[in-house]
């Protein structure tokens, strides 16, 4: 009983614990749970069936999820199929026509799989998350377009050092990032700055402007925009992956591979248009020829959008057509990582990453239980 006594204490001491994991009901219903039936199931099921590993993975992805529908709406209010014409809006299109009405699908997707794998958390006694108190960051300041101006932001768009090393990962036929190897970028200027994916104000909007060539500058922000969709999307592809693979209940993973297959499409489908960006220069930022630069090299060009087969798990199988990377170890702190390097988070409290770490520090925890 000593021994129960201070695992207790220990696990409660873990602020996470109550704060993030099972809800507070459903630990006391662990807790008694442990008495009848042992330190076997020690906090691993909560009242209704779901490991605590299984929430703790979906309440990341949750999060991931909010975050992700707070950049895709900051992109749908601007250049969505509902915006009206603009200098941007153009530019977007220079690299598809259907750019507004992708933009605008990609945000629905992701408010949808908020609020489903919420609903579906708290249908299994777990707590779903709730970032608005973090929704604090002043966002773009264009006034022509009503409801921007004064709206807060959970995420910042306008200081992004877009990585950009997906588009060569993708295109290695013989590495992989979970065997180590590091990758160029296909922009290596968008990565060494801080850059605007969206208009700041209304000059950068170009309201009513649709003339093409669009304006340079304007058009470096939608290239910039082009790129960040497939940057956001090819980590959500690799995450939903990753925790694919710790989760126990059959049901949460048929939730993961389903949401995940989404991202994946999401990906496929920026990763095709990114390649269509304006070549230009704009100050330091640099979008190259990616279509018609000769000779180009195959990590480069353009329209090698399907996953080159490389290296899978180790060198002595023959290549193979993957997503990756998708090794598990540290994933969901590595999400994090890589999106705060991203700049997406830029102004956001200490309250606010002590958070969303914790998050990831119990997903990155959860083990599949056989
Ligand atoms: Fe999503
Ligand atoms: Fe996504």
Same mark, same amino acid.
């Given at each position: 009983m000593a021994k129960l006594d201070s695992t207790i204490k220990a696990r409660a001491n873990r602020r996470s614990f109550?704060?993030?994991?099972?809800?507070?009901?459903?630990?006391?219903?662990?807790?008694?749970?442990?008495?009848?039936?042992?330190? !076997?199931?020690?906090? *691993?099921? %909560? !009242? !209704?069936g779901i490991t605590e590993g299984d929430a703790a993975v979906l309440r990341f992805l949750a999060a991931a999820e909010i975050l992700e529908t707070d950049l895709w709406q900051q992109y749908t209010e601007l250049g969505g199929v509902h915006a009206p014409p603009s200098a941007y809006q153009t530019g977007l299109q220079q690299l598809d026509a259907d750019m507004p009405q992708y933009i605008s699908d990609n945000t629905d997707d992701e408010k949808s799989h908020e609020l489903f794998i919420n609903a579906y958390l708290m249908s299994k006694g777990a707590k779903p998350v709730n970032l608005e108190p973090f929704r604090n960051l002043e966002g773009s300041e264009v006034t022509v377009i009503p409801g921007i101006d004064g709206k807060r932001r959970l995420t910042n768009l306008m200081q992004l050092s877009v990585d950009t090393s997906w588009w060569t990962r993708y295109r290695s036929g013989n590495q992989n990032p979970d065997l180590g190897d590091t990758f160029p970028n296909a922009v290596p200027t968008l990565v060494k700055g801080k850059f605007t994916a969206i208009p700041r104000n209304d *000059?950068?909007?170009?309201? *009513?402007?649709?003339?093409?060539?669009?304006?340079?500058?304007?058009q470096a922000i939608a290239n910039t925009a082009g790129f960040h969709f497939a940057?956001?999307?090819?980590?959500?592809? %690799?995450?939903?992956? *990753?925790?694919?693979?710790?989760? @126990? %209940?059959?049901?949460?993973?048929?939730?993961?591979?389903?949401?995940?297959? @989404?991202?994946?499409?999401?990906?496929q489908t920026w990763h095709d248009k990114a390649g269509n960006a304006i070549p230009l220069t704009d100050g330091t930022l640099v979008f190259p020829d990616l279509k018609n630069d000769i000779p180009q090299p195959e990590s480069l060009q353009s329209n090698l959008i399907m996953p080159e087969p490389t290296v899978f798990l180790s060198k002595k199988f023959p290549v193979c057509s993957i997503i990756r990377p998708t090794a598990t170890k540290d994933v969901a702190m590595g999400a994090v990582n890589g999106l705060t390097k991203d700049g997406l988070f830029m102004g956001q409290s200490p309250d606010f990453f002590e958070f969303l770490k914790d998050l990831a520090h119990e997903a990155d925890e959860a083990q599949r239980q056989i």
């Open positions: 109550l704060k993030n994991g099972i809800a507070a009901a459903g630990a006391v219903t662990v807790g008694a749970g442990m008495l009848s039936g042992g330190l !076997s199931a020690l906090g *691993a099921v %909560s !009242s !209704s *000059a950068e909007l170009g309201l *009513a402007v649709t003339t093409t060539p669009v304006n340079n500058h304007i940057f956001i999307e090819q980590g959500g592809t %690799s995450l939903y992956a *990753a925790m694919a693979q710790k989760v @126990t %209940s059959l049901e949460v993973l048929r939730i993961v591979l389903s949401i995940g297959g @989404t991202e994946i499409m999401h990906f």
